[in-house]
Structure formats: structure tokens, C-alpha cells
């Protein structure tokens, strides 16, 4: 007998698969318009369906996003020697099975907000600090991020996230956002892999093209008004 658990994650799967079928058959078939016409107008136009740039001002600190990474500290880093704020906060990841085999085998070893708070420093931003509840995806983002904003009174506070995933975060910060005071302003990293100009020239950014317009289409569905 199949386990609880292993149906309920086989019947979430079954229900997504129509949306990727549907995201991967509309991404194709904008780069086959888009090559058939010979011109690019129509891939940069899916390409920055994604892509949100809010415009920013002084903000009482910054947090990257953790699909952000090396390209999200460096973002932060130039807002800092900007002027735009001083502090710079990450989200605390969820160890993984490699972590937790690591750990039981006594063997230290840094984890992405230790790289990335060392980099951060290295870029020379002093004031780096960690969102003390671990999260696992955008969905958790969302619900740590109110009360943390809530506990240190900010009235302003800039997100910096990928490329690729900025639009769709900023629907569901939005969203989380409700009720509360704090402003927030999504800016993506500049130096982010994803190019809205040019995703469809390299393999990785036609995967996170079909997977991005995937989930921001999903997302579209479950919340119309966001």
C-alpha cells in the first residue's frame, strides 16, 4: 500500500504537470514566432514578462532574496556604498541531507548565508545579519518576512532578488505585505545570469524561462489580484 505521504506528493505532481505542460508549449511557441519572424521583439517581451525593477529610495535595510545569491550580494553591496541603507540581511536556508550527514560526521562547514555574509564583507559591508527563521522556498519567504519587519519597526525596506524571479516575488510580498506598514521595494541583481534579452542564447536560461512563466503562471491562477 502506497504511503499517505507518497500519494499526496503524487497528486500535487499530477496537478502541476498541466501548468508545465501549458508554460514549456507557450515558451516554445514564442521561440518559434519569434525565429520564424526573425526578429527578437517577442522573446525580449517573454523575457521580461519576469523580469520588475521598482524604483527605490533610502530604505532601512536590505534582505536578498535566496534565490538571489553571489549576484544579490553584489546588488546589496553597490546599494550600500550608494547610501541607499546600511544594513543587509539575509534569510536564514533550511539544511539539507548533505548538512545534516556533514554535521553528524563533525565536519564544519559553511552553509550559503556563511558564504554569502563573507562575501558581503569582503565587498565591505559591515552590517550583515541573519533573518533568524529558516525558510525553504518564495511561499515561506512571504510568511517569515511580515513579523520580521514588524519586530525591527522598518518603514522601508528594499528585496533584491534574481532576474528571473522578480516579478513573481514581488507578487507574493505583496501579498504577505497587507496589514502591515513597512514598505517594500523589489530590485533585481543586476548581474543576475538571466538576461531578458537574451535567455533563449544559453540552455540555462531557457529552462529558467519555462520554469519561471510556469510558476508565475500558477501563481496568476491561485491569486488574480496580487
Known amino acids: 500500500m502506497r504511503p499517505k505521504a507518497a500519494v499526496y506528493h503524487l497528486g500535487v505532481s499530477q496537478k502541476r504537470r498541466p501548468f508545465r505542460v501549458v508554460a514549456v508549449v507557450a515558451v516554445l511557441g514564442v521561440v518559434l514566432m519569434g525565429l520564424l519572424a526573425g526578429r527578437h521583439t517577442l522573446l525580449r517581451a517573454a523575457g521580461r514578462m519576469l523580469v520588475i525593477d521598482d524604483p527605490i529610495r533610502a530604505a532601512d535595510a536590505i534582505v536578498i532574496a535566496v534565490d538571489a545569491r553571489d549576484a544579490g550580494a553584489l546588488e546589496a ?129 531557457i529552462r529558467s524561462e519555462i520554469v519561471e512563466v510556469e510558476k508565475l503562471f500558477l501563481d496568476f491562477l491561485r491569486h488574480p489580484v496580487s
Open 77 to 205: 553591496a553597490d546599494l550600500v556604498h550608494s547610501g541607499i541603507s546600511r544594513r543587509v540581511a539575509l534569510f536564514a536556508d533550511l539544511p539539507d541531507d548533505v548538512d545534516r550527514e556533514l554535521t553528524r560526521r563533525g565536519i564544519e562547514h559553511g552553509n550559503e548565508v556563511t558564504h554569502l555574509t563573507q562575501l558581503l564583507r569582503t565587498l565591505g559591508v559591515e552590517h550583515v545579519e541573519q533573518i533568524p527563521r529558516p525558510i525553504a522556498g518564495t511561499e515561506d519567504e512571504g510568511r517569515v518576512f511580515p513579523a520580521w519587519c514588524d519586530e525591527q519597526r522598518f518603514r522601508s525596506v528594499i528585496v533584491v532578488s534574481g532576474a528571473d524571479h522578480a516579478r513573481r516575488l514581488r507578487r507574493v510580498f505583496r501579498r504577505a505585505m497587507k496589514g502591515h506598514s513597512t514598505t517594500v521595494m523589489v530590485r533585481r541583481a543586476r548581474y543576475s545570469e538571466f538576461d531578458p534579452d537574451k535567455w533563449w542564447w544559453k540552455r540555462g536560461g
